[in-house]
């Protein structure tokens, strides 16, 4: 699926302290959800739908991707 994210608003964590190696994340129409990289906002970006998004998020925090 191609979509458009073109005026996308794109946004930061408040945990990443104006750092710019960041994910961006961008709430998008139909509930579906944005990331991509801060350093490269002309580059590729994931889109997740609204129950993929819920999956890694919640994978997220409970440390699934923790090294």
């Not at 996308?8 to 509930?31: H, I, M, N, P």
């Not at 350093?39 to 129950?51: E, H």
């Amino acid at each position: 699926m191609i979509t458009d994210l073109g005026g996308t608003t794109w946004f930061k964590s408040s945990y990443s302290g104006g750092q710019t190696d960041c994910v961006e994340v961008a709430w998008l129409r139909g509930g579906r959800v944005g990331v991509r990289d801060s350093k490269n906002p002309a580059g590729p970006a994931l889109v997740f739908a609204p129950d993929q998004w819920d999956v890694f998020a919640s994978a997220l925090r409970s440390g699934d991707f923790d090294r």
